[in-house]
């Protein structure tokens, strides 16, 4: 299979900033809004209505429901998929249990004057196994989040549960109080968010009779992707910088460019490879790419589409994926980003654990070096969303934190020395994490490009490669050559199966 391949390999080391491509703002939005639909004041709590109150304790194995959220919960929402359904027995009764409470509950408000035949109680259990199954699965992740589904009659075209349905099944479990509701809101006309729905304590303590718990839901509950390819539209895009409260706009380029024309026709090799090869245990695969401020910063692969996309999966579930009906490997660069900064200074990789740090669980340590990168200066204070995640361990200081790393990697104390640029120091800083996101991506993007001339289909995560498990060494071949050229660092590999 014949491939192309970049004529100059980008040497990203120190590039000067000044040598941009002619770019002007088109003024398009960097993504579209979630939806439109129930658009309110974003303190607005969930629906009153009747309730089917469940009493007893809330189950341990889920987390506590609020009755509203906080703005980091509301961000952190999850699309809730349309194609689940209950597949155990377990399940089935546990759906079947909540069908007869809507049931009652239509004919105690007078929605419907009988009972409903069996056509349409089947639609009725379909959406029900939908609707929950998505709630559980986002709610019983580690991180529970709350679900958002826009509710325009087009966001259903092709979906096995209609808009109509699903929308009248999701009003009668607010009615009963199964599901909390937090209203959408609008900042601005092109920037707007659905309603976020979560399960109430009531419908944790159903699930839990019928002994339906996180750990369990790959067996109660299964998600089908879509079997349909996703359409990319816009192979290739150029951002601007991000801008706070504001969006990114869409920089214009010339697509008959030679850079441009080398990069569409990698990402239309890939796409095409994928179209020819068997990919189950997910949407199948399509890609595009984004670059930022000129074609050597960003630049990683994004996998198209919203629901079943294997880049949103936890690891457990990516490596459920088959290709080719074989069972996959992760092949990810290890400390990566710590990895190739030290590179890019030319300094040997770090030896043993890149997060060892004495003194400091590891975790810790890590938070505080990747929010240094990506911060391009040391870190003094935690950010909230790292104190959350730290969770008994937040009473360590990020100063001391900080103190034990830099005895170790001393060049972290300014991470941004390595951007040769006459920008400001705050430029600089801001472009350090986007000049490593691509080199990464250059190792990624040429790592593809080798398996796909052996015929090996590659799935990109942002630091690794997803690979059928026969190709599993010539995925580490691939990275560690591609780690030789772009990043000039032996990089250290680590290697997770099913």
């Known amino acids: 299979m014949s491939v192309p391949v970049l004529n100059n390999p980008t040497n990203l080391i120190c590039m000067p900033c000044s040598v941009l491509p002619s770019i002007r703002a088109q003024g398009a939005a960097f993504d579209a809004p ?6 309110g ?18 189950p341990g194995h889920f987390r506590q429901p609020p009755d509203s959220l906080s703005k980091d919960q509301f961000k952190s929402a999850k699309i809730l998929p349309l194609h689940a359904g209950s597949t155990s027995p ?9 069908a007869q409470l809507v049931i009652e509950q239509e004919l105690s408000a007078g929605i419907r004057q009988r009972r409903r035949r069996q056509k349409g109680l089947e639609k009725l259990e379909k959406a029900l196994g939908t609707i929950i199954g998505g709630l559980l699965w986002n709610w019983g992740a580690t991180q529970p989040r709350p679900s958002f589904r826009s509710l325009k009659t087009n966001a259903f075209t092709g979906e096995p549960v209609g808009a109509d349905v699903f929308k009248g099944t999701l009003h009668a479990l607010l009615e009963l109080r199964l599901v909390h509701k937090h209203e959408g809101r609008r900042t601005r006309h092109s920037d707007s968010f659905s309603a976020r729905y979560w399960p109430t304590e009531s419908l944790l303590r159903l699930a839990d009779g019928h002994s339906i718990t996180p750990p369990t839901l790959r067996r109660h509950f299964k998600l089908n992707p879509p079997k349909k390819a996703p359409r990319v539209l816009q192979p290739l895009r150029l951002m601007g910088p991000k801008v706070p409260n504001r969006k990114r706009v869409t920089l214009f380029f010339d697509p008959a460019s030679p850079e441009a024309v080398q990069l569409i026709q ?7 490879l994928a179209g020819e090869t068997d990919v189950q245990g997910c949407l199948p695969p399509r890609w595009k790419r984004t670059f930022t401020l000129d074609w050597h910063h960003h630049g990683r692969w994004y996998a198209a589409g919203g629901e079943g996309n294997y880049q949103q999966f936890s690891q457990a579930d990516r490596l459920q994926i088959q290709i080719n009906e074989e069972s996959v490997v992760e092949v990810d660069i290890s400390a990566s980003h710590l990895t190739l900064l030290h590179g890019m200074m030319g300094l040997p990789a770090p030896e043993g654990d890149a997060y060892l740090i004495e003194s400091f669980p590891r975790d810790v340590a890590k938070a505080w070096i990747n929010a240094t990168i990506g911060k391009g200066s040391p870190v003094k204070r935690w950010a909230k969303r790292a104190r959350e995640q730290f969770g008994p361990n937040t009473s360590w200081s990020a100063k001391k ?8 990697y001393p060049f972290l104390a300014a991470p941004d020395n390595v951007i040769c640029s006459n920008d400001s120091l705050q430029e600089r800083r801001k ?3 986007l000049r490593l996101m691509a080199i990464e991506a250059s190792i990624m993007t040429q790592a593809m490009l080798d398996l796909a001339a052996q015929g090996v289909l590659a799935l990109p995560m942002h630091d690794g490669l997803i690979v059928p498990a026969s190709a599993k060494q010539a995925a580490q071949a691939a990275i560690l050559a591609a780690g030789q050229r772009f990043a000039h660092s032996k990089l250290k590999l680590k290697v997770d199966a099913p």
């Open 401 to 408: 934190v900080g103190a034990a790393v830099l005895a170790r």
């Open 90 to 98: 377990e399940a089935k009764a546990f759906v079947d249990q909540i």
């Open 41 to 58: 004041s974003f303190e607005q709590p969930f629906v009153e209505g009747p309730q089917a109150v469940v009493d007893g304790p809330v």
């Open 34 to 39: 979630e939806g439109r639909n129930h658009v």
């Open 431 to 433: 472009l350090l994490p």
């Open 266 to 272: 990698q990402i239309e090799v890939m796409n095409h």
